[in-house]
């Protein structure tokens, strides 16, 4: 009986975590343009990180207009249902992307394996072109990150305000 017991604690307990919203260790202020052919955002917002994911939420009239949640396998928008980073490239950016690609343009990291980036003294910059694939500029220079792939109209801003 005292085993039911415990392990009725246990089980309420793994439950109750798993309601729990996530704990976010960063948060910053951000003015975002996600414009792609199927999506376009423009406004005022904030991205949060901590190890495992990144949420970015865009508002507009203090209303939230879009939510991006992008962790280690999935990608959740609001407009979308969650899917797999490269269903999500498929369906809103370009299929020829890696996976990660997203989650790199928000941590302002490089793209594609750090192929042809070309480091300054304020951050990097990266061309990329595969012909009929994408042509695509990318820099992370300040507190400014800017992925523009002219080939597929995909425009990634991310100023933070801080």
């Not at 005292?2 to 246990?10: A, E, T």
């Not at 729990?20 to 960063?26: D, F, L, N, Q, V």
């Not at 949640?69 to 890696?98: A, D, G, R």
């Not at 990266?126 to 300040?142: A, D, F, G, H």
Request: hydrophobic share 40%.
């Amino acid at each position: 009986m005292k085993l039911k017991k415990i392990l009725l604690v246990w089980l309420l307990g793994l439950l109750m975590n798993g309601c729990a919203s996530k704990e976010y260790t960063k948060q910053e202020s951000v003015f975002i343009v996600f414009k792609t052919p199927t999506f376009r955002h423009a406004d005022l917002g904030f991205m949060y990180e901590n190890d495992e994911a990144i949420k970015v939420e865009i508002y507009s009239s203090g209303q939230a207009i879009m939510s991006l949640e992008i962790s280690q396998n999935t990608v959740c928008m609001s407009l979308l249902e969650c899917m797999s980073k490269k269903s999500f490239n498929e369906k809103v950016l370009s299929k020829t992307y890696p996976d990660s690609i997203l989650d790199n343009i928000f941590k302002g990291k490089a793209i594609f394996n750090g192929e042809n980036m070309h480091k300054t003294r304020n951050g990097f910059t990266q061309k990329l072109m595969k012909t009929n694939k994408y042509n695509i500029n990318y820099s992370v220079l300040n507190k400014q990150i800017l992925f523009r792939d002219r080939m597929n109209d995909i425009l990634i801003k991310i100023k933070r305000l801080k």
